[in-house]
Structure formats: structure tokens, C-alpha cells
């Protein structure tokens, strides 16, 4: 018994041993002057044009502490008003005291912290200092930004899809740095899109997967033909000529390929909802596209794939007319992002071209145009 309390006296001494040095470290860091950062404008209009050009400067003093510290410096940005919820960062080297941003720089963190493009954000500004897992602030600015929409080829991430299939549909074959991409719109690393195929012959239906737009850590068939991915795999041929809806999920290596010709349909269409006329791939312009049809604007129209509704295009909620010339944004409802089943419409009556680019598949654009 006494040896047995003699154990529970050592181990309840060793708790407040432990208990104390806790205490301590978590005492031992004190900042003794805040960090203070401005900016030399208030007002900042971002141009795309200009993108690589610095358009803002930030100074500031670093924050003091009791002991010496490794820190990093990081200056943050979030809409005013959400107190830097959803917020972003610029990493800084941690022996400036200074830095300027480009336009492109500054709106990729606008485009992060969830400001508005083509209007006018009030952005809170403050530099973060992180020592170990805390955080340090300082004061906090204000800059009026206005962001541009950014260009979604350089905001999401990327897979590329190198072939012998490439130089027929308007790219270079077997080239990671022209070929078509995959993009994860959920930026997840599970990337998705199409490409297409115009011929099977002389092994031209083959390809694999690349990233960063080069062949090192490129991936093709592991060889079972069952959709699993390997590194420096075997070349994956495509099923049949057309389009194809492919899919890659990175990590899990593994890829799916589903072929998926659109065309248009609707009782707009002068054959109704009886049959789709076709949309044809033009490798000029890497676009699918009906060169004239007649639309009416009594009725509605949408674009399904292989003669069939399980794959469509349409708008994300409720039915859309189109204005001759103008872009919009079309979804794919098997990707989740549609609610519904809505179509399109004009309100004008005439022969129209019709557009779809498919190449980035976090920006699908559908296109009318009046002949």
C-alpha cells in the first residue's frame, strides 16, 4: 500500500511538473510592439492588360518580442466587414520590410478573399506574423480594390492530356505544353473536360496524363484497362472517334472516358424534339460548332449528348435567353451544377451560329450569334 501511494505521489508531482513548463511556454512569447503596415493607396483598379506591372506598395514594421523568434510574415486581405473569414494571403520573405504586388498578384488574392470583379471591394489589409502555430497582427487598412474577372485558365488547376490524337484537334501531338487540359473546378486534385478525337487510325486515338505541362510524374493505364492510373503508365487509346468526357481523380489514380457528341434540340429547333442537329469540332478555333439553324422564339432548346438526356448542357437554375454575340456559361448537369431542367431561348427568331467552348471545364461558354 505505501508503495502504491508512493507512485501516485510521484506521478501527481510529474503532472504539475509538465503542468507548470506548458504554463511557461505558453507564457514566454510576448509581443512588445505590434506590427504596423500601410499601403501607398488607397485606390487600386486592377488591369489585366498591365498584369505583371506592380500597382500597389505595402511597408511596415515588424512586431517586437521578449525573446528571440523565427517568424514568417504573410499580408492578409478580406472584405470588409467578415473580419478576415474566408481571407487571403501574400507570402513576404521575412527579412523585407517592404513589398510591392502586380495586378495580377493582388488579384489573385481578391479573386481568394471573395471580392466582387468589375466593381468596387473595400478590402481590409493587416500583416500576419506567425510564430510557431500563433499568430501576431497589425493594424488593419483599407484600400478600396476593384478586381478583374480573372482569367479561369490561370486560376484553376490543371492536368494536361498529351496524344498523337493533339495535332488533329488544333494542338501538337504529344506535346504536355499544347495539348488539351483537364481543370478541377473544385481545385481537389480530381480534374475534368473533353477532348476530341478525329481518327483512330495509326495509333492517332492514343494518350496519357501530364502536369505542370511537362513529362516527368506523367501517368497513363497501369495496364488492366480498368481505369486505374499508374506513373509512366501505358498509353490509353480512345474508344471511338468524337468527343469524350474524361475524368482523373490525381491522388487515387484513377480516370474515367466517356464518349459525349452534343448537339442541339428543342422545339426552337426546326426538327423539334424529335432529333438533334450535330455540332461539329472545329480545330481552327478548339471550339464544337453549329454553323447556321434556324431558331424560333416561341420555344426552348438545350444540347444533350449521343441522342440521349443523360449528359446536357443548360443553364444553372432556370430557363436563359441568349443575346446574340454574347458568352454565357453553361453547365454540364452531371457535374452537380445544375438544379432543374432548364433550357435556353432567343427572343428574336433567325438563322444563328452557335458556339460551345469546352476547353476549361470550371468555365464551359455557349455562344449565339445572328446571321
Not at 61 to 77: D, G, H, L, S
Not at 348 to 353: D, E, L, M, Q, S
Request: net charge negative.
Amino acid at each position: 500500500m505505501k508503495h502504491f501511494l508512493k507512485i501516485i505521489a510521484v506521478a501527481f508531482v510529474a503532472l504539475l511538473i509538465i503542468s507548470c513548463e506548458k504554463d511557461e511556454d505558453q507564457a514566454i512569447i510576448n509581443e512588445v510592439n505590434q506590427a504596423k503596415i500601410s499601403s501607398d493607396k488607397t485606390t487600386v483598379v486592377l488591369n489585366e492588360v498591365t498584369s505583371g506591372d506592380a500597382v500597389i506598395n505595402f511597408t511596415w514594421t515588424k512586431p517586437t518580442f521578449n525573446i528571440a523568434v523565427v517568424t514568417q510574415q504573410q499580408i492578409e486581405f478580406g472584405v470588409k466587414g467578415k473580419g478576415f473569414k474566408d481571407s487571403s494571403t501574400f507570402d513576404v520573405s521575412n527579412d523585407l520590410i517592404k513589398s510591392p504586388m502586380t495586378h495580377a498578384q493582388m488579384n489573385a488574392a481578391m479573386y481568394s478573399c471573395g471580392a466582387i470583379p468589375d466593381v468596387s471591394n473595400q478590402i481590409e489589409i493587416r500583416l500576419k506574423t506567425i510564430v510557431g502555430s500563433g499568430f501576431f497582427y497589425s493594424n488593419v487598412i483599407n484600400v478600396t480594390v476593384t478586381p478583374y474577372t480573372p482569367n479561369p485558365d490561370l486560376v484553376y488547376p490543371k492536368i494536361n492530356v498529351p496524344g498523337a490524337y493533339a495535332g488533329a484537334a488544333g494542338y501538337a501531338d504529344w506535346t504536355p505544353g499544347n495539348s488539351p487540359n483537364l481543370f478541377s473546378p473544385e481545385k481537389d486534385g480530381k480534374y475534368r473536360g473533353f477532348i476530341y478525337v478525329t481518327t483512330l487510325a495509326s495509333d492517332k486515338g492514343k494518350y496519357k496524363f501530364a502536369i505542370n505541362q511537362d513529362w516527368p510524374g506523367n501517368k497513363g493505364d497501369d495496364g488492366t484497362n480498368t481505369g486505374k492510373l499508374k506513373v509512366d503508365g501505358s498509353d490509353i487509346t480512345a474508344s471511338a472517334v468524337g468527343t469524350h468526357y474524361l475524368k482523373v481523380d490525381w491522388s487515387a489514380n484513377t480516370y474515367s472516358a466517356v464518349a459525349a457528341n452534343f448537339g442541339i434540340i428543342g422545339d426552337a429547333t426546326p426538327t423539334g424534339w424529335n432529333s438533334d442537329t450535330d455540332f461539329v469540332y472545329n480545330p481552327a478555333t478548339k471550339k464544337y460548332e453549329i454553323a447556321s439553324i434556324q431558331l424560333s422564339s416561341t420555344g426552348l432548346f438545350k444540347f444533350r449528348a449521343n441522342d440521349d438526356w443523360a449528359i446536357k448542357f443548360q443553364p444553372a437554375n432556370a430557363d436563359q435567353t441568349l443575346v446574340s454575340g454574347t458568352a454565357v456559361q453553361t453547365y454540364l448537369n452531371i457535374e452537380d451544377t445544375v438544379t432543374g431542367d432548364s433550357g435556353y431561348k432567343v427572343t428574336v427568331a433567325g438563322n444563328y451560329k452557335i458556339e460551345l467552348d469546352l476547353h476549361n471545364s470550371a468555365d464551359y461558354k455557349l455562344k449565339i450569334t445572328k446571321l
